[in-house]
């Protein structure tokens, strides 16, 4: 998958033109997705590139070349064909929820399984009594669910488990499900401007935004001390220049004064 973003409120906008058989600008394609920057609070929705092979019938090197090759209305066609191409990909996951009950024995650990309805499904397995959740994860997806792409597990409290640390007979009970690591969600104008412009900043550490939000913040801050700081400068040199003309007209009184 590969994700490109554009503002959802024109997006929804230009399908409109393209139902009436308007024509779409290059000042449209602009406001979608080619922009500066977009508004804070702005909705910016992913669409799947890969989509567009669709239009194109080959890899697509650049976003710009939908333009090259299919100008403003055809560019925008094919960001349709892709953001539906997004949903279809992202509403294939397994929608199915399941529970599985570790009980421990003396020297193995069973796992049964059951769905949210608490019906009995799959086969109740055994495993070594150090058998660690990520080995666990492998067989389920071996063995039940081939067609998942990964399995996210929940403890009782809801609390995502990590993989890689736990050991399978710590818990009692686990949730399981599809991941799908392809889903992106709609992200704010703020978050997308600070993706695409600023440097130096960790991709993992967007997930959430919060990390976005929170260095734009601080940015903003610095940005309105430097502001008031450039501002009480030129108050000091406007302060100054009229002490110094005051000065200067008091030396010119005196000296007609004297004349006199």
């Given amino acids: 998958m590969s994700i490109f973003w554009v503002n959802e409120r024109q997006y929804e906008a230009l399908k409109q033109k393209l ?22 609070d702005a ?15 080959q890899p697509l090197e650049d976003v710009e070349d939908l333009v090259i090759k299919l100008g403003y209305k055809g560019a925008f066609e094919a960001f349709v064909k892709a953001r539906n191409h997004f949903e279809q990909v992202t509403a294939a996951v397994d929608p199915q929820i399941f529970t599985a009950t570790v009980t421990n024995h003396q020297d193995k650990v069973s796992v049964s399984f059951a769905n949210l309805a608490g019906e009995r499904v799959f086969e109740e397995i055994e495993f070594i009594s150090e058998c660690r959740i990520w080995d666990f994860c492998s067989i389920v997806l071996d063995e039940f669910k081939p067609s998942w792409k990964d399995v996210f597990l929940l403890s009782d409290d809801g609390d995502e488990i990590e993989k890689n640390e736990a050991l399978l007979k710590t818990h009692s009970r686990l949730t399981m499900g599809e991941v799908n690591p392809t889903i992106a969600k709609p992200i704010s104008g703020r978050e997308y401007n600070f993706r695409k412009f600023e440097e130096g900043f960790e991709e993992e550490s967007l997930d959430g935004g919060d990390a976005a939000v929170d260095w734009l913040e601080d940015a903003e801050e610095e940005q309105d001390a430097e502001e008031e700081q450039d501002a009480e400068e030129e108050e000091e040199e406007e302060v100054s220049g009229t002490e110094a003309e005051d000065e200067e007209e008091r030396v010119a009184k005196r000296l007609r004064q004297e004349g006199q």
């Fill in 19 to 40: 139902q009436l058989g308007a024509d779409i600008t290059h000042d449209d394609l602009e406001k979608l997705a080619f922009a500066d920057r977009f508004p804070d």
């Fill in 43 to 57: 909705v910016m929705i992913p669409v799947d590139l890969q989509g567009t092979h669709i239009v194109l019938g």
